[in-house]
Each structure stands twice: as structure tokens, then as C-alpha cells.
């Protein structure tokens, strides 16, 4: 793990402002998608967003890249990337920056290679449309063969098609993509989430080697908080559409302070310390379409007070860079939940 | 294996599993896919088994011979019937009589609650289709049972929901609907596929604690199949590791995680992102996917990968499956009969250069 205090004190690549997005229904209702998230990513620092699915987290990058569905508002707000706010700009403009100063890693991405052309020609593909002036061909080759040795791929796979890489394979020919036009921010959507576990370890392992040796800033978004716990220097929690939590991540694991941060952390399994009776998370999360009033936690957190339903805590600073958005922060225990009781350890398991 | 045990649930034996590759339409097919290949457990009443390893490693094709979703190509596969207490055995269970019978005594939950159930039928059809199958109980009765066991799973008040169809409902909450009809017919055994990794965390510790509450208040025994070692922790009492259709490593489940002994569990083991930053994590000893086991050749299936193979390996047979002490089963020809490891401790560093 790299030291996060070392890179405190580096420039800004990326500072979103209370960005807003909802998603606007044929009848007309508005699905509040991303509420008031804000976040600052430095220079060669790489951010978790972790949540359940329909957080918001996917959604947050999509508008990082202006690719959000057709029906998507984005109501408020600032994204600026190294001092362009990319919200101001005009879809001609957006695409200049994209995939140059911005890519992405999309979720399930490693299945979308066209299959009736080699893996180069389609890498040399988004090099031809972004790159300025276009490659030549030996630039082009030059180029995906720096890259497929960065990711860890036989340069000889260049010629190949498809079908002929493994499925890691296919994903680490996707980061290398996503890094073909040099990019300063990459978004890494559930870069490992379909691969085996020893597959899943190389090509974190490989990533974790790209940020250090490129200075590259990484936003990964996951699911797997375990994941994100291996190769982040932040994290952040998003619930119902909201950053929850946001500092770095081994505070957060040490001592997070958000009820839904606790409750995330309490209820993930691992292999390694003592065999913790988990406890469950009770309800299931809101419809964004009529948001709760205050707190879009509070239905479902332990520690609600009547607060909390009707005034929204606002994102607070309460330790360096460790932000968090909850009026009983102090109540939330220092250790973590366990359930009372737990059927099968009672059971007398060794 | 363990010497024929008296209150043994399931006792699997040599069981094997070959599919053909097709060759197109008149050829007949001279490769085969040995996707289990000589695997042999048991479990006993009231135990949950998990069975884990890597994609196609066997073993969901393992858990769908058990519940007679295929046939088995070979080896022998004993239930014990709940009512009757004798040991069926499921490779004689041929007709549709013997079949209906065998269903009610062994169901499977699927691993996706958004593929496995009819988006026509409202959540009282499918949870009671059994009891229909089985002819069992008036329509009232059924409803009836219908409420008991949506109520057991967890969804109260149980009314609201019976007249719902799928779409209507959350993962999490067809996921409950699934096992609610997985063990509407009371059965003694049940088949898991990664019943959970399609939920979200949050979700997925309540049906994880729902079916280790039900398999104490039911008795029901689970052969549990996950790729997630860190959830066959809080699940199962042992841990069966597969790979490429052998059983490579079984144990009791905290022995196992704590003293791995075959060079594959040590990958995997040493592979599994753990929730701690400041988590130092072994080096992963071995590299690559796993392949298809296409015609196998005789020695171990992991020479391969392994960064330990000596000699003895690429000469002699797979290793045998025995215990080195203390119920820990290991295949493997570095592991001598107590346990201790024979093999030489080079790291993968070395193995690189």
C-alpha cells in the first residue's frame, strides 16, 4: 500500500463539486441518481467508490465522461480535470478530452471486443480517433507493444484475435486500451468483478504497478470492499445516491465512523482474524424516485433520531481529508457489529 | 475416503462426469471433457459441505448430478431418504415415478433469483409448484404452507406477497422466494449453487444467516458450491477445494484455512482480497487461468501450474485423495502422510527469472 500522506501534499487532478444528476421517467418522475457528491482526487492517488448496486456509483463515473444515458440530467454541479470544467463543454470539445485526458475501464468490458478483428487493430482504433495528429503505424505498434508489457500480455498476442486470449487476458487488453491515449484519470468499473480469484490478484497486482510507475490517478469502483481495501489510497461510500464517507482507506477500515460505513464493514466475510459472527444489514436500500426526507440512511440505520429524518447532515470534515455526512457520528461504535447470535458457530465448529 | 460412515447424509464415490466434445453431426466424438473426474465425499446429516474452486473446475456439474439434473458417466451417488432412512441410490433412479419420489427428498437453489423462475407465474405458483407436482395438499392447503414458509423466509407479512409476480420483487427477496420453494417439500438434502453472489453485501449476510438458521431448525443438509472462500467460511462445517474435476484438498473448515497444505489452496488462499488495508498478503505461487481438462493426461492435474513439481510428479498417477491426520484430506505427492511438506519453499520471484 502506498503512503497516502506522501501524495497529500500533490496537485489536483480531479475535484468534482456537489454534482447532481437525476434520471428523468417517461412519465416524468426524476430518479435521484447522484446527489451532492463531492470529491477531490490528486495526482497518482486512487479512489474506491464502494455501495450497493443502484448507489449511484456507476452513474458518478458515466457523468465523469459525459457518457450518462439520454435521459439523464445533470441539474448542478462542477467536474473540473486539471482546471476544464467538463460540464461547460461542448459535445466536440467532451470527446477531445475523453479517452486522452479521461477513460474508462467499463464493467463486463473484457466481453465487448469485436470479434472479427485483432485485438491491436481495435486498440489502434481509439488511437486513430484520439490521438492527435494520428499514430503512423509503427507509433501505433510501438505504442501497444509499451502497454501490453505493461499489463503483463506477450506482445506476440498483438496479431491475435479475440477469441485466443483467456478472459484475465481479455481484461488486462482492455487496460491497456483504456491507457492508449495516455489518460491522467482512469475509471476502473468493477475491473475484476466476472475473473477468478488468482486472476482477479495478478491484474489488481498489475494496476497497483500502472498508478506507481505512470503516476496515474485510478478511481475504481467496486462492490467488493475487500477489493477496494487491496489498492486504494481513498474511499469513498456512496449510499442512495449520496457520498456517505469519504477519507482514506485505511481509516476508514481502522475506524469508520458512518452507520452505513459500520454496517458494510460488519457484515463483510474474511478469511483471515478470527471468525466473526457478520451481522446483517436489515432493510433493503430506498426508491430513488421519492427519496427519504433528511438522512436517505435513517430508515434502515441503528443509531436514527427523529434528526435524522427530517434535517439532511451535510458532508463535514472531522479528521484530515475524512469526511462524513451523519448527525450521530459519535454513537457509532469503535469496534465492529456482531450479530448476537450465530447458528453455526454455536454449532461448535473449530 | 473416510471408511463407510452410519449416519452419513450423502456419500459420493468415484463419481465422473464426461462431456463430449461434438465433432458436428455424424462424427462420433473422440474428446471428452472430464469435468469430474473421480471425485468421492461424503456428508453427514445436518452438515454443510462447501465445495470451491475456480470456474470450471466441476463443481457445479458435481452439484447438479447430486439433485439428478445430469447423469452421472460414472460412480455411485447414495441419499439417504428422509422418511424411509435407507441410502437411495440416485444413479438407479430412472423412472418418472422413482424421480418424483427422489425430489422430495433433494432440491437445488440456484445460483441467479433473476433466471430461475417464471416471470408469469405470481410467487404463490412457484413456490407451490412442487406440492402441485407432487399432488399434495388441497388448494387451500397449499396456500396455507405457501404462508408458513414465505413467513420462514423471512418475507412478513407473508399475504402481500403471493400474488406478486418476480419482477416485483428485489434480488435479495427472490432469492428468499427460492429457497422458500427449494424446501417447500421439507428436503432432507439441498443443493446450493453460489446461492449469494449475484446479491449485494448487504444482502447477502441475511440469506447466508437464513439458510444456516433454517439447516438448524429444518436439519437440512447443504452441499453449499461457492467460488468464495471467505463466504464457505461462514457457511460450511468443511471445505471440499476442486480443480479441474478432482477434489484436490477437504477438510474441516478452519483446519483447512489455517493449514492448507496443497499447493493450489495456497494460491487460492493466498489470492482472496481480504477487507484489511493493512493486510500483508503472501505471494501468489502460481500463475495463468485454469484450462480445460480435455483428455487428461494420468499425472497430477495440477503439474502444470505448480511450482513444486518434482520428478515423482510427472511420473506417477494423480495423487491419491487421503487424510494426513485429523479429518484433512490431500491429494498431493509433496504432502507426506502427517501432513508435513516435502516440497522445496522457492518463491515466485525465483520462478520468474
Given at each position: 500500500?502506498?503512503?497516502?500522506?506522501?501524495?497529500?501534499?500533490?496537485?489536483?487532478?480531479?475535484?468534482?463539486?456537489?454534482?447532481?444528476?437525476?434520471?428523468?421517467?417517461?412519465?416524468?418522475?426524476?430518479?435521484?441518481?447522484?446527489?451532492?457528491?463531492?470529491?477531490?482526487?490528486?495526482?497518482?492517488?486512487?479512489?474506491?467508490?464502494?455501495?450497493?448496486?443502484?448507489?449511484?456509483?456507476?452513474?458518478?463515473?458515466?457523468?465523469?465522461?459525459?457518457?450518462?444515458?439520454?435521459?439523464?440530467?445533470?441539474?448542478?454541479?462542477?467536474?473540473?480535470?486539471?482546471?476544464?470544467?467538463?460540464?461547460?463543454?461542448?459535445?466536440?470539445?467532451?470527446?477531445?478530452?475523453?479517452?486522452?485526458?479521461?477513460?474508462?475501464?467499463?464493467?463486463?468490458?473484457?466481453?465487448?471486443?469485436?470479434?472479427?478483428?485483432?485485438?491491436?487493430?481495435?486498440?489502434?482504433e481509439?488511437?486513430?480517433?484520439?490521438?492527435?495528429?494520428?499514430?503512423?503505424?509503427?507509433?501505433?505498434?510501438?505504442?501497444?507493444?509499451?502497454?501490453?508489457?505493461?499489463?503483463?500480455?506477450?506482445?506476440?498476442?498483438?496479431?491475435?484475435?479475440?477469441?485466443?486470449?483467456?478472459?484475465?487476458?481479455?481484461?488486462?487488453?482492455v487496460?491497456?486500451?483504456?491507457?492508449?491515449?495516455?489518460?491522467?484519470?482512469?475509471?476502473?468499473?468493477?475491473?475484476?468483478?466476472?475473473?477468478?480469484?488468482?486472476?482477479?490478484?495478478?491484474?489488481?497486482?498489475?494496476?497497483?504497478?500502472i498508478?506507481?510507475?505512470?503516476?496515474?490517478?485510478?478511481?475504481?469502483?467496486?462492490?467488493?470492499?475487500?477489493?477496494?481495501?487491496?489498492?486504494?489510497?481513498?474511499?469513498?461510500?456512496?449510499?442512495?445516491?449520496?457520498?456517505?464517507?469519504?477519507?482514506?482507506?485505511?481509516?476508514?477500515?481502522?475506524?469508520?465512523?458512518?452507520?452505513?460505513?459500520?454496517?458494510?464493514?460488519?457484515?463483510?466475510?474474511?478469511?483471515?482474524?478470527?471468525?466473526?459472527?457478520?451481522?446483517?444489514?436489515?432493510?433493503?436500500?430506498?426508491?430513488?424516485?421519492?427519496?427519504?426526507?433528511?438522512?436517505?440512511?435513517?430508515?434502515?440505520?441503528?443509531?436514527?433520531?427523529?434528526?435524522?429524518?427530517?434535517?439532511e447532515?451535510?458532508?463535514?470534515?472531522?479528521?484530515?481529508?475524512?469526511?462524513?455526512a451523519?448527525?450521530?457520528?459519535?454513537?457509532?461504535?469503535?469496534t465492529?457489529?456482531?450479530?448476537?447470535?450465530?447458528?453455526?458457530?454455536?454449532?461448535?465448529?473449530? | 475416503?473416510?471408511?463407510?460412515?452410519?449416519?452419513?447424509?450423502v456419500?459420493v464415490?468415484d463419481?465422473?462426469?464426461?462431456?463430449?466434445?461434438?465433432?458436428?453431426?455424424?462424427?462420433?466424438?473422440?474428446?471428452?471433457?472430464?469435468?469430474?473426474?473421480?471425485?468421492?465425499f461424503?456428508?453427514?446429516?445436518?452438515?454443510?459441505?462447501?465445495?470451491?474452486?475456480?470456474?470450471?473446475?466441476?463443481?457445479?456439474?458435481?452439484?447438479?448430478?447430486?439433485?439428478?439434473?445430469?447423469?452421472?458417466?460414472?460412480?455411485?451417488?447414495?441419499?439417504?431418504?428422509?422418511?424411509?432412512?435407507e441410502?437411495?441410490?440416485?444413479?438407479?433412479?430412472?423412472?418418472?415415478?422413482?424421480?418424483?419420489?427422489?425430489?422430495?427428498?433433494?432440491?437445488?437453489?440456484?445460483?441467479?433469483?433473476?433466471?430461475?423462475?417464471?416471470?408469469?407465474?405470481?410467487?404463490?405458483?412457484?413456490?407451490?409448484?412442487?406440492?402441485?407436482?407432487?399432488?399434495?395438499?388441497?388448494?387451500?392447503?397449499?396456500?396455507?404452507?405457501?404462508?408458513?414458509?414465505?413467513?420462514?423466509v423471512?418475507?412478513?407479512?407473508?399475504?402481500?406477497?403471493l400474488?406478486?409476480?418476480?419482477?416485483?420483487?428485489?434480488?435479495?427477496?427472490?432469492?428468499?422466494?427460492?429457497?422458500?420453494?427449494?424446501?417447500v417439500?421439507?428436503?432432507?438434502?439441498?443443493?446450493?449453487?453460489?446461492?449469494?453472489?449475484?446479491?449485494?453485501?448487504?444482502?447477502?449476510?441475511?440469506?447466508?444467516?437464513?439458510?444456516?438458521?433454517?439447516?438448524?431448525?429444518?436439519?437440512?443438509?447443504?452441499?453449499?458450491?461457492?467460488h468464495?472462500?471467505?463466504?464457505a467460511?461462514y457457511?460450511?462445517?468443511?471445505?471440499?477445494?476442486?480443480?479441474?474435476?478432482?477434489?484436490?484438498?477437504?477438510?474441516?473448515?478452519?483446519?483447512?484455512?489455517?493449514?492448507?497444505?496443497?499447493?493450489?489452496?495456497?494460491?487460492?488462499?493466498?489470492?482472496?482480497?481480504?477487507?484489511?488495508?493493512?493486510?500483508?498478503?503472501?505471494?501468489?505461487?502460481?500463475?495463468?487461468?485454469?484450462?480445460?481438462?480435455?483428455?487428461?493426461?494420468?499425472?497430477?492435474?495440477?503439474?502444470?501450474?505448480?511450482?513444486?513439481?518434482?520428478?515423482?510428479?510427472?511420473?506417477?498417477?494423480?495423487?491419491?485423495?487421503?487424510?494426513r491426520?485429523?479429518?484433512?484430506?490431500?491429494a498431493?505427492?509433496?504432502?507426506?502422510?502427517?501432513?508435513?511438506?516435502?516440497?522445496?519453499?522457492?518463491?515466485?520471484?525465483?520462478?520468474?527469472?
Amino acid at each position: 500500500m502506498t503512503d497516502t500522506r506522501t501524495r497529500s501534499s500533490r496537485e489536483s487532478i480531479l475535484e468534482v463539486k456537489n454534482l447532481v444528476m437525476n434520471y428523468e421517467l417517461k412519465d416524468g418522475g426524476m430518479v435521484s441518481a447522484v446527489e451532492d457528491v463531492s470529491f477531490e482526487l490528486k495526482k497518482g492517488q486512487s479512489l474506491g467508490l464502494v455501495g450497493e448496486s443502484g448507489c449511484g456509483k456507476t452513474s458518478v463515473a458515466l457523468t465523469l465522461l459525459q457518457l450518462q444515458a439520454a435521459n439523464a440530467r445533470v441539474l448542478g454541479g462542477e467536474i473540473n480535470l486539471d482546471g476544464i470544467n467538463l460540464l461547460e463543454l461542448s459535445p466536440e470539445e467532451m470527446r477531445q478530452h475523453r479517452w486522452t485526458d479521461i477513460s474508462m475501464v467499463f464493467q463486463g468490458a473484457m466481453n465487448s471486443w469485436n470479434p472479427v478483428y485483432t485485438v491491436g487493430e481495435q486498440i489502434r482504433e481509439a488511437m486513430d480517433l484520439h490521438w492527435d495528429p494520428k499514430p503512423t503505424a509503427a507509433e501505433a505498434y510501438e505504442k501497444i507493444v509499451e502497454l501490453f508489457n505493461l499489463v503483463g500480455i506477450n506482445p506476440e498476442m498483438i496479431e491475435r484475435y479475440p477469441h485466443e486470449f483467456s478472459g484475465g487476458m481479455k481484461q488486462r487488453a482492455v487496460i491497456a486500451m483504456a491507457l492508449s491515449c495516455d489518460p491522467k484519470v482512469i475509471i476502473a468499473d468493477e475491473p475484476t468483478t466476472a475473473l477468478d480469484v488468482i486472476v482477479q490478484e495478478q491484474i489488481l497486482e498489475e494496476l497497483k504497478k500502472i498508478q506507481d510507475e505512470l503516476d496515474m490517478s485510478i478511481i475504481y469502483i467496486s462492490h467488493d470492499i475487500a477489493v477496494i481495501a487491496e489498492i486504494t489510497d481513498l474511499m469513498g461510500v456512496m449510499y442512495a445516491g449520496k457520498l456517505v464517507e469519504i477519507g482514506p482507506t485505511a481509516e476508514l477500515f481502522a475506524k469508520p465512523r458512518h452507520p452505513y460505513t459500520w454496517l458494510i464493514l460488519s457484515s463483510t466475510p474474511s478469511i483471515t482474524g478470527p471468525r466473526r459472527a457478520l451481522a446483517p444489514l436489515e432493510g433493503e436500500p430506498p426508491n430513488l424516485l421519492d427519496p427519504p426526507s433528511g438522512c436517505r440512511f435513517h430508515p434502515r440505520c441503528p443509531f436514527a433520531t427523529d434528526k435524522c429524518s427530517q434535517e439532511e447532515p451535510p458532508l463535514s470534515e472531522i479528521g484530515e481529508g475524512h469526511m462524513i455526512a451523519c448527525w450521530n457520528h459519535e454513537q457509532v461504535p469503535v469496534t465492529l457489529a456482531t450479530a448476537e447470535d450465530d447458528s453455526r458457530s454455536a454449532n461448535g465448529s473449530q | 475416503m473416510a471408511a463407510s460412515n452410519g449416519d452419513a447424509r450423502v456419500r459420493v464415490t468415484d463419481l465422473e462426469k464426461h462431456f463430449p466434445i461434438s465433432k458436428g453431426l455424424f462424427r462420433k466424438s473422440t474428446d471428452f471433457v472430464h469435468a469430474v473426474d473421480g471425485v468421492s465425499f461424503e456428508i453427514k446429516a445436518g452438515e454443510s459441505l462447501g465445495l470451491v474452486g475456480e470456474s470450471g473446475c466441476g463443481k457445479t456439474t458435481t452439484g447438479r448430478m447430486l439433485v439428478k439434473l445430469d447423469d452421472a458417466t460414472d460412480g455411485t451417488i447414495f441419499i439417504r431418504d428422509a422418511e424411509t432412512d435407507e441410502m437411495i441410490d440416485v444413479t438407479e433412479v430412472k423412472t418418472k415415478v422413482e424421480q418424483k419420489e427422489f425430489r422430495k427428498n433433494v432440491q437445488m437453489i440456484f445460483q441467479d433469483p433473476y433466471e430461475s423462475m417464471n416471470p408469469r407465474r405470481t410467487i404463490f405458483d412457484i413456490v407451490a409448484e412442487p406440492l402441485v407436482v407432487q399432488n399434495i395438499g388441497t388448494t387451500e392447503e397449499r396456500e396455507e404452507r405457501v404462508i408458513d414458509l414465505l413467513r420462514l423466509v423471512g418475507l412478513t407479512p407473508p399475504e402481500p406477497f403471493l400474488f406478486r409476480y418476480p419482477h416485483e420483487l428485489s434480488g435479495g427477496q427472490r432469492q428468499r422466494i427460492a429457497i422458500a420453494r427449494a424446501l417447500v417439500m421439507e428436503p432432507a438434502f439441498v443443493v446450493a449453487d453460489e446461492p449469494t453472489s449475484m446479491l449485494d453485501v448487504s444482502i447477502r449476510i441475511s440469506i447466508m444467516r437464513l439458510m444456516l438458521e433454517l439447516a438448524e431448525k429444518l436439519g437440512v443438509t447443504y452441499l453449499y458450491i461457492t467460488h468464495d472462500l471467505a463466504v464457505a467460511r461462514y457457511m460450511c462445517d468443511r471445505i471440499a477445494v476442486m480443480y479441474l474435476g478432482k477434489i484436490v484438498e477437504m477438510g474441516p473448515t478452519e483446519e483447512l484455512l489455517a493449514n492448507p497444505m496443497h499447493p493450489y489452496t495456497r494460491a487460492l488462499l493466498s489470492a482472496v482480497p481480504v477487507p484489511d488495508p493493512s493486510y500483508k498478503r503472501p505471494d501468489v505461487e502460481i500463475e495463468g487461468g485454469v484450462a480445460r481438462a480435455v483428455n487428461p493426461a494420468p499425472e497430477c492435474r495440477f503439474l502444470a501450474r505448480c511450482p513444486f513439481a518434482v520428478e515423482q510428479c510427472r511420473t506417477a498417477t494423480h495423487p491419491e485423495l487421503y487424510d494426513r491426520g485429523s479429518e484433512h484430506f490431500v491429494a498431493c505427492h509433496l504432502v507426506g502422510s502427517d501432513g508435513e511438506w516435502h516440497g522445496s519453499e522457492r518463491s515466485v520471484l525465483e520462478l520468474r527469472s
